[in-house]
């Protein structure tokens, strides 16, 4: 059976990191392009990030460039989300998802109907 499995999640303070981590199972992973998302109460579910398959080709959303790093582990078939300088508006519920090689090069790497393999997500909250 297919899944995909986030942990890592949970409470931080302003200014905290945290790495959410991401288990396939059931598949290889180094075939897909992985890609992270978030989505807050009451907003779109958003791109934030996403890495092909062999991690050559990476993009981040404009509000977490230079503090999210995504990297993947085709070996352990995981990928992760290094999450740095976290902000109150990164409080989330973070999935991870893959698709189709390729995706992560297009422009459109960031729309959520271009992803067919979801996990059930984890929650982030950064709060004092």
């Known amino acids: 059976q297919l899944r995909l499995v986030e942990s890592g999640g949970g409470l931080v303070q302003p200014g905290g990191s945290l790495r959410l981590s991401c288990a396939a199972s059931?598949?290889?992973?180094?075939?897909?392009?992985i890609g992270w998302f978030r989505q807050a109460p009451g907003k779109e579910r958003e791109g934030v990030s996403c890495t092909s398959s062999s991690g050559g080709s990476i993009n981040y959303a404009d509000s977490v460039k230079g503090r999210f790093t995504i990297s993947r582990d085709n070996a352990k078939n995981m990928g992760y989300l290094q999450m740095n300088s976290l902000k109150p508006e990164d409080t989330a519920v973070y999935y991870c998802?893959?698709?189709?090689?390729?995706?992560?090069?297009?422009?459109?790497?960031?729309?959520?109907?271009?992803?067919?393999?979801w996990g059930q997500g984890t929650q982030v909250t950064v709060s004092s």
């Open positions: 998802a893959v698709t189709s090689p390729g995706v992560c090069i297009g422009s459109s790497w960031y729309r959520a109907i271009r992803y067919k393999y």
């Open positions: 059931g598949f290889t992973l180094d075939s897909y392009n």
